[in-house]
């Protein structure tokens, strides 16, 4: 599993999985994640030998991005990545068992895009979502209606006011 998160909004930008990842693969995931030249000026990545090949580090070199690795067995130098890949295995991938890697793919599309990016709240965003969440004005308890979306089969669910 490869994740790209925005280090101000904690927003998981990019996420692909694989069974056998290859720096041309990681090139490619990059690639994706930054279209139209909408490159970061660093990314922060640890010591894995797939950031450190030749071919990876003439990609980030090229595409004008600065690589700052952490220091050997040092997670918490990039914490805001093991934190995000920590969440998900938490509360998606150790709910299912995947038959697959689509099935992989599927589970966290579903998790980061319905739940994680725009529905979990944040401590480090004093309790925001990455996507911020639409305000209402105020109007009577009365008069409030939830609607509950469920999420990865029922596991979670969302809730949206409604008129």
């Known amino acids: 599993m490869l994740i790209i998160v925005h280090h101000k909004t904690r927003r998981i930008v990019h ?8 720096a041309e693969w990681v090139v490619q995931q990059f690639r994706n994640a930054t279209p139209y030249g909408e490159v970061p000026k ?7 030998p797939l950031f450190r090949t030749k071919k990876f580090q003439q990609f980030l070199q090229t595409a004008g991005i600065q690589s700052k690795r952490t220091a050997y067995k040092s997670p918490w130098q990039n914490a805001y990545a093991e934190r995000a890949i920590g969440t ?3 509360e998606c991938t150790d709910h299912f ?8 793919y599927g589970l966290l599309h579903d998790y980061i ?4 990016n725009t529905n979990r709240t944040h401590q480090g965003l004093e309790g925001q ?6 305000t209402h004005l105020p109007v009577k308890v009365d008069d409030v209606r939830f609607k509950a979306t469920p999420v990865m089969n029922g596991l979670y669910h969302t809730y949206k006011r409604i008129a």
């Open 15 to 22: 996420f692909n999985v694989t069974t056998n990842p290859n």
């Open 42 to 48: 660093y990314l922060i990545h640890d010591n894995d």
């Open 88 to 90: 998900l295995q938490r």
């Open 97 to 104: 068992n995947p038959l697959s890697v689509k099935h992989t």
């Open 113 to 116: 895009h319905n739940n994680y």
């Open 129 to 134: 979502t990455p996507i911020p969440t639409p």
